[in-house]
């Protein structure tokens, strides 16, 4: 029996096994979430909890910049797949933009928290603001991860190796952009109705 595979067979195996390793590390971060959110849900009974503590609208407004930024990658994901090569690169350096925004809007997020008097250490602190920031920030770095992964997609692009029989690193780009920004609806929705 031969056992050879041909080039074809190689490259679809291998595709599998990246994207099976990004889905596994996809995982364990939801899992890391869910202990910090689990966390957060029993901390409720403490007696420092601020009930009337309101999330900032600069939350509300990344919230739809982070939905947006996965529009634009999933455009791009089928631009590259029709050889549409122009359009490729509108919808990567549109989803770059919108991250970097919504980046921005968490930042001032944690800002206008600051300037209604909330701190998220020392003695001006609350285990809610704490946990927010902590959840938050963890997101962020996150983040941070996937705007590297964009920067060297769009480099890739741009040096012409993706098309549509090569959309291997758009695609594991954009399954972990759309997990961060799963992540993320998930967190503001967590954190609007259980704060």
């Known amino acids: 029996m031969n056992m050879t595979m041909t080039a074809e067979e190689q490259k679809a195996r291998s595709n599998r096994s990246y994207k099976l390793i990004l889905l596994f590390a996809m995982v364990s971060m939801t899992m890391m979430f869910a202990g910090l959110t689990s ?112 920067l060297i997609i769009i480099y890739n692009h741009f040096k012409q190796k993706y098309n549509s029989s090569q959309t291997l690193g758009i695609e594991l780009g954009a399954m972990y952009w759309h997990f961060l920004d799963l992540l993320w609806v998930y967190l503001f929705l967590f954190l609007y109705f259980f704060k």
């Open 39 to 150: 966390a957060f849900v029993v901390s409720k009974s403490r007696a420092d909890w601020l009930k009337d503590f309101e999330l900032p609208s600069a939350f509300y407004y990344s919230t739809v910049v982070i939905i947006a930024c996965s529009v634009t990658f999933h455009l791009a994901k089928k631009a590259i797949q029709r050889n549409n090569q122009s359009a490729t690169t509108g919808f990567l350096l549109g989803t770059l933009a919108l991250g970097l925004l919504f980046v921005f809007l968490q930042f001032e997020g944690f800002d206008q928290i600051v300037q209604s008097g909330y701190y998220f250490t020392g003695s001006g602190s609350s285990i809610t603001t704490t946990f927010l920031y902590v959840v938050t920030v963890v997101h962020l770095l996150h983040l941070a991860g996937g705007v590297i992964s964009l």
